[in-house]
């Protein structure tokens, strides 16, 4: 039984670029959560996908967007990319009804900003 | 707001000494809280826990967390280091009830010296 897998596992960028991260869920998952880990920092949320549509979002410009397909797998988009924006992308799925159920993460996409 | 501290940044433990990972929380509800533990360039594993049942919450490979409402306080144990427990740990609360997001401690790097 696949984990969260994610793809690319490395990308380089130059600023001003756009950058599109997928990721596909936990088989019996439909939720998805994307989560960037700076340098040296935790985890901070990005948004939340379940059934096509995002339901929550954290702390994070429009340049920041996502989509998630029938089949319950998700895209993070990122447009005219910074320096800052480099860091380790995490994608988490989990299952919709299940109470306070644990969140299963993926290894991460590295995105370099240069 | 809830939000989690982990109180050290660096923890350094000899082989086959216990281990003590310290982390507080805030929350204006009863919380969820983990513990995940991350290794280099890897994702986030889960390593246990606690959702409102037994305040001593055991996890995977011997570590194990004692939640203690009138101290806030969510600290992970294990008897006995291994060269293996050597990564970053992350204290995590989330929202009551549900998987919308995981707010993260800064982490705390464990060194297990030989």
């Known amino acids: 039984d696949a984990g969260v897998t994610q793809s690319p596992t490395h990308l380089i960028k130059t600023r001003g670029q756009q950058v599109t991260l997928r990721c596909s869920p936990k088989?019996?998952?439909?939720?998805v959560s994307w989560y960037q880990q700076a340098l040296g920092q935790g985890p901070q949320f990005i948004f939340q996908?379940?059934?096509?549509?995002?339901?929550q979002r954290g702390n994070f410009p429009d340049r920041f967007s996502g989509h998630q397909f029938p089949n319950y797998s998700s895209e993070l988009n990122v447009n005219a990319l910074l320096l800052g924006d480099s860091a380790l992308y995490l994608c988490?799925?989990?299952?919709?009804?299940?109470?306070?159920?644990?969140?299963?993460f993926g290894n991460g996409t590295r995105l370099t900003v240069t | 707001a809830q939000s989690v501290t982990q109180l050290d940044s660096h923890v350094s433990v000899s082989e086959g000494t216990p281990v003590l990972l310290r982390c507080n929380y805030s929350?204006?509800?009863?919380?969820?809280l983990f513990w995940y533990v991350q290794h280099p360039n890897k994702g986030l594993q889960l390593l246990l826990k606690?959702?409102?049942?037994?305040?001593l919450v055991k996890g995977i490979n011997g570590f194990e967390a004692e939640f203690k409402k009138s101290e806030t306080s969510f600290h992970l144990t294990k008897p006995s280091a291994h060269m293996s427990d050597a990564a970053e740990y992350f204290c995590?609360?989330?929202?009551?009830?549900?998987?919308?997001?995981?707010?993260f401690g800064t982490g705390t790097r464990l060194k297990v010296l030989a």
């Open positions: 606690y959702t409102s049942a037994a305040t």
């Open positions: 988490a799925s989990s299952p919709q009804g299940q109470n306070n159920s644990p969140l299963h």
């Open positions: 996908y379940y059934e096509e549509e995002e339901r």
């Open positions: 995590v609360v989330s929202d009551v009830g549900g998987t919308y997001k995981y707010i």
């Open positions: 929350s204006s509800y009863s919380p969820s």
């Open positions: 088989s019996g998952h439909d939720t």
